[in-house]
Nanobody, 122 residues
Framework: QVQLVESGGGLVQPGGSLRLSCAAS????????MAWYRQAPGKERELIAC????????NHDPSERGRFTISRDDAKNTVFLQMNSLKPEDTAVYYC???????????????WGQGTQVTVSS
């Protein structure tokens, strides 16, 4: 019954921006941490960012320099990923996930969306 549906991906030029959305249903959204991952061809799936039920954020890679920002709207059962200054190496399938509990530093990502393709190319 848990369902996560990503949207907002597509083709964007280097330096451009995209805002990904993940619509959640089938569970009490405010009670769970949410995360964004991505997977490029031939590479392992990697965590981008996670947000807990209080709105505190885990950014996995400090070298991102604030290019990616996760947020959530509990009233709309939606988690977002704002992506700015995109680079070709950001090309990947981006996945929304629901954590097994309220936080980001414990538990696991146990539910996943289908993913949305982001292609950064001129």
């Amino acid at each position: 019954q848990v369902q996560l549906v990503e949207s907002g991906g597509g083709l964007v030029q280097p330096g451009g921006s995209l805002r990904l959305s993940c619509a959640a249903s089938g569970f009490s959204f405010p009670d769970y941490g949410m995360a964004w991952y991505r997977q490029a061809p031939g590479k392992e799936r990697e965590l981008i960012a996670c947000i807990n039920t209080r709105g505190s954020i885990l950014n996995h890679d400090p070298s991102e320099r604030g290019r990616f920002t996760i947020s959530r709207d509990d009233a709309k059962n939606t988690v977002f990923l704002q992506m700015n200054s995109l680079k070709p190496e950001d090309t990947a399938v981006y996945y929304c996930s629901r954590r097994s509990g309220t936080g980001c530093y414990s538990g696991v990502s146990e539910f996943w969306g289908q993913g949305t393709q982001v292609t950064v190319s001129s």
